[in-house]
């Protein structure tokens, strides 16, 4: 039996991440564009993945989009 106060998919802090420093990923681009256009703001260029995912966040928050 599964216990429904474990999370079984925990989220990783960005800044714990090994990767967190290489180059956003071209789904990350393209998702950050479309939330940006939403909210009417401009993507900075060279975002690493952390970066990438903590203004994904802040996007998603923006227009409604988070969970």
Do not use: F, N
Request: net charge negative; aromatic share 2%.
């Amino acid at each position: 039996m599964t216990d429904p106060e474990v999370d079984r998919t925990p989220e990783k802090d960005p800044a714990d991440w090994t990767t967190g420093d290489e180059p956003m990923t071209g789904p990350q681009e393209s998702y950050l564009h479309t939330l940006a256009q939403e909210a009417g703001v401009e993507v900075p260029a060279d975002l690493t993945k952390a970066d990438a995912s903590r203004l994904i966040d802040d996007l998603q928050q923006r227009t409604g989009r988070g969970v």
